[in-house]
């Protein structure tokens, strides 16, 4: 059921008899409701988002958002709607290879056991001492010799340098060091700010490594099967659309640097209430409700 339009529409169902019970909007203060359509992965990563079931998807999902949308107007409160998503994706590198000769299906597992191998010959190493089964964000796994760990590093990081897949490789140490101006135009960034980007010291990798930018990763081998995926630093994984809407808002498009961290302080601005200790910023969508920053 998930990878199919019933999944988003059931989960509106639920969320507007949640919205019924509650009473939300009638009370002293702002409530807040936040609404995760998952469908658009789903479906995504089983058949990738540039085919007919995609194509289904979008159809059936703008019907249920133009009934909620159109319910929360009846509701006779004053209510603003964000529309956001996580992260992009690409799409079967079946079918992507027609518009890009370069995409490719890489196996995951036999990649990273080629480069296990590889690493075992350079170090000496009896045991494979590389885990992951992203091989975007691999882990070191050699216990606390640190010596031992920069040996494998090393080798790792010249046996990825070598093969045509990768466009670039880096290490923990140089994605943490990367440094980010605030509100940086996305194409700005380099290959390891982007990675800094989306770095988190108690989940990211030991290295960081960038691929062809339209390779599919794992290969499918029965119904169900992840077919396509996401996580790349590349623009088409990294860009997201964030939408504001109200009853009456003109319709506006603006291409300011943004980040979804931004939709916090922007409807505390809303809601007229403080805003949280988020990294974002207000963003002048809320006609002149932002605060003035202090020098």
């Not at 909007?25 to 995609?54: K, Q, W």
């Not at 990294?279 to 920053?293: A, F, K, S």
């Amino acid at each position: 059921m998930r990878a199919s339009p019933q999944f988003d529409a059931t989960v509106v169902d639920f969320a507007e008899k949640l919205i019924a019970d509650q009473k939300l909007g009638h009370g002293p203060a702002t409530d807040v409701l936040a609404v995760s359509l998952s469908a658009n992965d789903y479906i995504g990563h089983r058949y990738g988002n540039g085919g007919p079931e995609m194509c289904v998807q979008q159809a059936a999902l703008d019907q249920t958002l133009g009934r909620f949308l159109d319910d929360l107007q009846n509701l006779d409160v004053p209510v603003v709607v964000v529309v956001t998503a996580d992260h992009g994706a690409t799409d079967a590198a079946e079918r992507e290879h027609d518009a890009d000769p370069e995409a490719s299906r890489l196996d995951s597992a036999a990649f990273v056991s080629k480069l296990n191998k590889a690493v075992m010959a350079a170090t000496g190493l009896t045991y494979e001492p590389i885990v992951g089964d992203d091989p975007q964000q691999l882990y070191i796994n050699v216990g606390p010799d640190e010596a031992l760990r920069a040996k494998v590093r090393e080798a790792t990081m010249a046996w990825l340098k070598q093969q045509p897949q990768v466009r670039a490789a880096f290490t923990r140490a140089e994605v943490e060091a990367a440094d980010v101006p605030p509100h940086t135009q996305a194409p700005s960034l380099s290959m390891v700010q982007r990675f800094h980007e989306s770095y988190d010291a108690d989940r990211s990798g030991d290295i960081a490594v960038a691929y062809a930018p339209r390779t599919s990763f794992g290969i499918p081998r029965g119904p169900g099967d992840v077919v396509a995926g996401h996580g790349s630093p590349w623009d088409h994984d990294r860009q997201v659309p964030i939408l504001f809407w109200w009853s009456g808002a003109q319709r506006d498009t603006r291409n300011d640097p943004a980040e979804t961290v931004d939709i916090a302080p922007t409807l505390a601005a809303f809601a007229g209430i403080q805003t949280p200790p988020v990294d974002g910023r207000c963003l002048d969508v809320t006609r002149g409700l932002c605060p003035v920053p202090k020098n």
